[in-house]
């Protein structure tokens, strides 16, 4: 689902988000504060998959778990939220735009094993996070951009081992560009 048009969420969620977090989170406030207005749409689709469809806030459950998705990028722009927002569909199950919080979580924790290839910031750049896309996209058979129930059971395995999952993927010629 492209989040910045059919079903895109309100951008009534970033100021909100943005005000809460320039006090939880002080720096990744400064880089949400910069987002252009592209950037700020793809903000909203991420935000916009927690919680109930007419909530224009998120509770304060949905922002800590909103800033550990976030946290790990180490730019926090259109192009990085842009992918993020493909990672998140990949994982939606059900295609409503919404992931529940075990989802999330479980989102969350892939992209910090992802972090964890990278030492000693472990933060995401755009390539690592275009790389866990790539994964996704391998991983996905009937390649519908959704992972089902055992693509995503198989992917959570795999991503405890972020560096073993990509070489067995390239390795059976399924890890592809773009």
């Known amino acids: 689902m492209d989040m910045t048009t059919k079903n895109a969420p309100p951008l009534q969620l970033v100021a909100p988000f943005l005000e809460a977090t320039k006090d939880e989170a002080p720096a990744l406030a400064e880089q949400i504060a910069?987002?252009?207005?592209?950037?700020q749409r793809q903000l909203a689709g991420v935000l916009g998959r927690f919680g109930g469809g007419a909530r224009h806030e998120l509770h304060a459950g949905d922002r800590v778990l909103a800033r550990r998705l976030l946290a790990p990028l180490r730019h926090v722009d259109a192009d990085a939220l842009e992918t993020l927002n493909k990672i998140l569909d990949y994982l939606d199950l059900d295609a409503n735009g919404r992931l529940d919080e075990d989802e999330m979580t479980r989102c969350a924790e892939a992209i910090e094993h992802f972090a964890r290839l990278v030492p000693p910031a472990h933060q995401v750049s755009r390539a690592e996070l275009e790389t866990l896309r790539r994964v996704l996209r391998a991983l996905d058979a009937n390649d519908d951009h959704r992972l089902d129930a055992k693509e995503r059971d198989a992917f959570f395995e795999g991503v405890r081992d972020p560096?073993?999952?990509?070489?067995?993927?390239?390795?059976?010629?399924?890890?592809?560009r773009a």
Do not use: C, K, P, Q
């Not at 910069?34 to 950037?39: F, H, I, P, T, V």
């Not at 073993?164 to 890890?175: K, M, N, S």
């Open 34 to 39: 910069a987002l252009d207005d592209r950037g």
């Open 163 to 176: 560096e073993a999952l990509v070489a067995r993927l390239e390795a059976d010629g399924r890890l592809t």
